[in-house]
C-alpha cells in the first residue's frame, strides 16, 4: 500500500463560462484549475471538490470527460494524468429545531451520483446553482437523503462558531442524528481552529475519524490542511475503507494548522473589538462590555462541552502534524513563494522536506531559516478569533 495527501474540502469560485458558483470563491478557481494546481505545485493526491452539485460545475465535469482531459476511475471518482483524483462532493447548510445553521459534506461516488444527489437537493434548497446551498431540514434529513443513494455525508468543520453541528446546534450529536445515522457516520472534519487534543475531549467523537481539510476558496490555499492516508490506490472506494479504517487502510496523520492560527481559536466581540487570548477559556460572553453577541471561539466551545479536561486518544488516532504554511511565515512573499515551489516541486516538499542549506540556496539564509523554525515549531504564535487568522512572529534573539 502507499501513502496519498488528501484535501477533501475544495470549492469552486466559478465554472469554466465564468458564472461565478462561491461569490466569495476566486475566479481562477474552476474545477480544471484545481486539479492542475494539485497536479503541478501542491503535491495533492485526492482532493474533494465540494460544489460537485452544481449544474455549472456537473456541465463541466461532463465536458472534461468527453474531452478525454479526465476520466471516471472503476473505484469512484475523477482522474487526471494518472496521478490526481477528485472525489465529487457537496457542503450543504442545514438548519436545526434552534435555529442553528450546520455545514455537511456529501461525498459522492460517481457523476451520476453527484446528478441524482443535485435532483434531490434542488427541491429542497433555494439556489442548488451556488456553492453550499441552503435548506431548511435538520442535518438528520439531509443525511437520510444522502445516505438513501449511496452518499457518504459527515460533519464539516464541526466547531466554527456560525456555521457548525457543534459551534452553535447541539452539545452532543446524539441530540441531532438518531443511533443508526451515529453509527453510519465516517468522519467528522476538524476544521482550521481546531485539532487532535482538542477534538479528543469530547467522548463521543473517539469512534471517529478526524479529518483535516483546507476548505480552500483560492488556488494557493488548497493543501494548507490535509491527510496522509494509506491505501491500495486513490479513489472514493480506497478512501471510504481508509475512514472506516477497513483492511488495513487508514488516516496515517493529519496535517493542519496550528490552531492558533485559524480565523476562530478565541472568543471575540466586535462592539470592544478584542479577542481574548490572554484569558482562561471558556469566554462565552463578552468581559468589556458584558454582551453576549460574542463570535465564539473554538477552543472556547470545545472547553464549554468537552467531558474529559484533557485528551483521551483512542488508539486508532493518527497523530496530529502541524504546519504553518509559507504565506503564514513573516517576510516570505508570494515571488519567493513561486521560487521554492518551483524549486522543491510543491509546497509541502518545501513545508516539510526541505534541507536548510537547500532553501537557502533558494531563497536566502533569513528567509530559510524561518521555514525551519516555523516547521520546528519555534515561532511564536498569537491566536486568531473573529474571522481573523492568527499570526506567526518572528523570535526576537
Ligand atoms: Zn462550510
Ligand atoms: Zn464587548
Not at 475523477?78 to 490526481?84: A, K, N
Not at 456529501?106 to 429542497?124: Q, V
Not at 509546497?347 to 516555523?374: C, F, Q, S
Amino acid at each position: 500500500m502507499t501513502e496519498f495527501y488528501a484535501d477533501l474540502h475544495v470549492h469552486i469560485g466559478c465554472d469554466s463560462k465564468g458564472r461565478p458558483v462561491k461569490v466569495s470563491g476566486s475566479k481562477k478557481l474552476t474545477f480544471e484549475n484545481i486539479a492542475k494546481e494539485c497536479f503541478y505545485r501542491k503535491g495533492v493526491d485526492i482532493v474533494g471538490i465540494v460544489d460537485a452539485a452544481a449544474p455549472g460545475v456537473i456541465s463541466d465535469i461532463e465536458n472534461l470527460i468527453d474531452s478525454g482531459e479526465m476520466t471516471e476511475i472503476p473505484g469512484g471518482g475523477i482522474g487526471y494524468r494518472d496521478r490526481v483524483v477528485i472525489l465529487l462532493a457537496s457542503e450543504v447548510e442545514t438548519s436545526e429545531e434552534n435555529r442553528g445553521r450546520s455545514h455537511h459534506l456529501i461525498l459522492l461516488r460517481t457523476l451520476d451520483m453527484a446528478k441524482a444527489f443535485s435532483r434531490s437537493l434542488r427541491r429542497c434548497v433555494s439556489n442548488v446553482f451556488f456553492s453550499t446551498p441552503v435548506c431548511t431540514m435538520p442535518a438528520k434529513d439531509l443525511y437520510k437523503m444522502a445516505m438513501d443513494i449511496g452518499a457518504v455525508p459527515f460533519p464539516a468543520h464541526a466547531f466554527s462558531p456560525h456555521k457548525s453541528i457543534y459551534g452553535n446546534c447541539v452539545r452532543r450529536l446524539d441530540d441531532a442524528f438518531p443511533r443508526d445515522i451515529l453509527d453510519s457516520i465516517v468522519a467528522v472534519e476538524l476544521g482550521l481552529s481546531a485539532d487532535t487534543d482538542l477534538a479528543d475531549t469530547i467522548s463521543e467523537l473517539s469512534e471517529y475519524t478526524f479529518l483535516s481539510n483546507s476548505d480552500a476558496h483560492s488556488l494557493p490555499k488548497i493543501g494548507r490542511e490535509y491527510n496522509v492516508m494509506l491505501m491500495e490506490s486513490p479513489s472514493f472506494d480506497e478512501t471510504l475503507k481508509a475512514l472506516r479504517r477497513k483492511d488495513g487502510r487508514r488516516v496515517l496523520a493529519n496535517y493542519g494548522l496550528d490552531p492558533k492560527l485559524g480565523k476562530y481559536h478565541r472568543t471575540y466581540c466586535s462592539r470592544c473589538d478584542r479577542t481574548f487570548r490572554d484569558l482562561e477559556p471558556p469566554i462565552l460572553s463578552c468581559p468589556g462590555c458584558g454582551g453576549t453577541s460574542v463570535v465564539r471561539g473554538v477552543l472556547d466551545r470545545i472547553v464549554d462541552i468537552q467531558d474529559y479536561p484533557v485528551p483521551k486518544h483512542p488508539v486508532h488516532r493518527p497523530p496530529y502534524r502541524y504546519q504553518i504554511p509559507l504565506e503564514f511565515v513573516p517576510g516570505i512573499g508570494p515571488r519567493s513563494i513561486d521560487r521554492l515551489i518551483s524549486k522543491f516541486g510543491s509546497e509541502m516538499a518545501v513545508l516539510h522536506t526541505a534541507r536548510e542549506e537547500e532553501l537557502a540556496a533558494a531563497v536566502g539564509d533569513k528567509a530559510a531559516h524561518l521555514i525551519i523554525e516555523a516547521r520546528e515549531g519555534r515561532l511564536q504564535l498569537v491566536a486568531g478569533g473573529g474571522g481573523h487568522y492568527g499570526k506567526a512572529l518572528i523570535n526576537d534573539g
